[in-house]
């Protein structure tokens, strides 16, 4: 099965900044829809950002639009979520995947992101 790895959380203040890998050592990543995904304490998790494969576009949740920009680096094997001007309700634990879509089954460990003062 396809292992992903997600790094680059941390804790933040509010208005800050941080930027999310997805990274996979034996999988090529340009070839797959990628999503992210979180999941904040209590609840179900949600997806936040894709990927297409194929042209590149991309989609967002309403609740990160103009705020997280995710992105390809093809020749490192790596899809980021850039993350900025980031709020106390963004604190969740992040995940990629090789979907845009529920449900999925293969999660990783995540990285955890947590926006407080």
């Known amino acids: 099965q396809v292992q992903l790895v997600e790094s680059g959380g941390g804790l933040v203040q509010p208005g800050g900044s941080l930027r999310l890998s997805c990274a996979a050592p034996?999988?090529?990543?340009?070839?797959?829809?990628i999503g992210w995904f979180r999941q904040a304490p209590g609840k179900e998790r949600e997806g936040v950002s894709c990927?297409?494969?194929?042209?590149?576009?991309?989609d967002y949740a309403d609740s990160v639009k103009g705020r997280f920009t995710i992105s390809r680096d093809n020749a490192n094997n790596t899809v980021y979520l850039q993350m900025n001007s980031l709020k106390p309700e963004d604190t969740a634990v992040y995940y990629c995947?090789?979907?845009?879509?529920?449900?999925?089954?293969?999660w990783g460990q995540g990285t955890q992101v947590t926006v407080s003062s």
């Open positions: 995947a090789t979907t845009c879509l529920l449900p999925y089954d293969n």
């Open positions: 034996d999988f090529t990543l340009a070839y797959h829809a």
């Open positions: 990927i297409s494969s194929s042209d590149g576009s991309t």
